[in-house]
């Protein structure tokens, strides 16, 4: 898995750190409040059981499937929930928990569908930006890392459903998408 690997963007322990000084600054702003901590499956699941350790203020956590890329590389265009929230999402504050903003067309989708249904307030935490790709309007507001126009893996982010698992964040050597 690692021999795949072409450059490594972001080591263990960056993203630790990180993902720790975004914790605090949640537990901050937060303060006296419980959040609905909404996942979205499965690239974020990494991101979301580190955050949440790192969270001081209660929390709940539920999970949210949305389409994706697939196999492919290059984003589809169209948003499709998979599975969605199993809570009521009406008077509650939400942070959904992302693994990587791209176009942005995934969450410029999502977060007015969570105010639709009455949340008193959606906000979107997320590992990864690409801001070079942004076509739809996206407020972030936890951003772990800006990351330049590559596709990336590891820390929770696939490619063909592999590499979810390394604890730190790459790009995949060119030979890997040709084999
Ligand atoms: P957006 O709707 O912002 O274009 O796309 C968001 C989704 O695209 C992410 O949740 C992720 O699944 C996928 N994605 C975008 N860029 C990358 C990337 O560089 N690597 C991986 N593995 N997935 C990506």
Same mark, same amino acid.
Request: charged share 20%; aromatic share 12%; hydrophobic share 40%.
């Given at each position: 898995m690692d021999k795949d690997v072409k450059e490594i963007l972001l080591t263990a322990e960056q993203i630790q750190q990180r #993902? &720790?000084?975004?914790? &605090?600054? $949640? /537990?901050?702003?937060?303060?006296?409040? /419980? $959040?609905?901590l909404c996942g979205i499956l499965k690239g974020a699941v990494t991101f979301f059981t580190d955050l949440s350790r790192? $969270? *001081? #203020?209660p929390v709940e956590f539920?999970?949210?499937?949305?389409s994706s890329y697939?196999?492919?590389t290059t984003s589809s265009g169209f948003v499709k929930i998979r599975k969605d929230l199993d809570s009521e999402v009406e008077g509650r504050d939400i942070l959904i928990v992302e693994d990587i903003i791209d176009t942005g067309t995934t969450l410029s989708k999502l977060v007015p569908l969570l105010q639709d249904r009455g949340a008193k307030s959606v906000r979107l935490a997320t590992i990864l930006s690409k801001p070079s790709r942004r076509i &739809?309007?996206? /407020? #972030?507001d936890y951003n772990g890392f800006e990351v330049p126009d590559a596709f990336v893996v590891g820390y929770g982010l696939d490619y063909n459903?592999?590499? *979810?698992?390394?604890?730190?964040i790459g790009i995949l050597k060119e030979e890997v998408y040709n084999k």
């Open positions: #993902v &720790a000084e975004l914790g &605090a600054q $949640i /537990t901050a702003d937060y303060e006296g409040k /419980t $959040i609905l790192h $969270i *001081r #203020v539920d999970f949210l499937s949305c697939g196999s492919s &739809a309007d996206v /407020t #972030v459903g592999f590499y *979810r698992n390394l604890p730190y």
